[in-house]
Antibody, heavy 123, light 110 residues
Framework: QLQLQESGPGLVKPSETLSLTCTVSGGSISSGSYYWGWIRQSPGTGLEWFGSIFSSGATYNNPSLKSRVTISVDTSNNHFSLKLSSVTTADTALYYC???????????????WGQGALVTVSA | QSVLTQPPSVSAAPGQKVTISCSGSSSNIGDNFVSWYLQLPGTAPKLLIYDNHQRPSGIPDRFSGSKSGTSATLGITGLQTGDEAIYYCGTRDSSLSALVFGGGTKLTVL
């Protein structure tokens, strides 16, 4: 059974960089044709997709956030990470890591989700 | 506000059927497959429907999905109190080059 688990600081100061890691267990990040992504959820903006990464390092990012977002993958440790720079209080949210199924036939969906990590931006 | 439009809430009695709509445009629903997710209180969203109408393993056939033009619909039959949750639709938006979601619909089983 594939499982995803987010980890990282729950409190980040404004203007600093938010960093989260998603550890994948029960399967290899490198197996199959899956991307691995990040989605956040807040009362103000609902569900918002940040971007996704393939095991090769190829990324597929949300252009609206691209300038602040870095997604990386570490296949040797079976995890992938999110960095969001210059955070503000508007970035306070529940952050989920997900497995992202993409195919050339225009399909996109997220079939496995982590339990979520609450990140608060506050001085 | 969200790119995809869903009603904020729907309700129905146990055993009845309910439908939840998801409205978009030619650049998102009109051009791509739709997925649906259910979020029970205090938990992460869970995939319910993908590719407009496909159900992942373990999802009962009480749940169905359809798409027509720039709108999609989730149907739930034989409603149970355990179906009370927030339901989200999602798809790719070709113009935005991003994955987008609806604002969510809270289902109440009266």
């Amino acid at each position: 059974q594939l499982q995803l688990q987010e980890s990282g600081p729950g409190l980040v100061k404004p203007s600093e960089t938010l960093s989260l890691t998603c550890t994948v267990s029960g399967g290899s990040i490198s197996s199959g044709s899956y991307y691995w992504g990040w989605i956040r959820q807040s009362p103000g903006t609902g569900l918002e997709w940040f971007g996704s990464i393939f095991s090769s390092g190829a990324t597929y990012n949300n252009p609206s956030l691209k300038s602040r977002v870095t997604i990386s993958v570490d296949t040797s440790n079976n995890h992938f990470s999110l960095k969001l720079s210059s955070v503000t209080t508007a970035d306070t949210a529940l952050y989920y890591c997900v497995r992202h199924v993409i195919s050339p036939g225009s399909t996109d969906y997220f079939d496995y989700w982590g339990q979520g990590a609450l990140v608060t931006v506050s001085a | 506000q969200s790119v995809l439009t869903q009603p904020p809430s729907v309700s129905a009695a146990p055993g009845q059927k309910v439908t939840i709509s998801c409205s978009g445009s030619s650049s998102n629903i009109g051009d791509n497959f739709v997925s649906w997710y259910l979020q029970l209180p205090g938990t992460a969203p869970k995939l319910l429907i993908y590719d407009n109408h496909q159900r992942p393993s373990g999802i009962p056939d009480r749940f169905s999905g359809s798409k027509s033009g720039t709108s999609a619909t989730l149907g739930i039959t034989g409603l149970q109190t355990g179906d009370e949750a927030i339901y989200y639709c999602g798809t790719r938006d070709s113009s935005l080059s991003a994955l987008v979601f609806g604002g969510g619909t809270k289902l109440t089983v009266l």
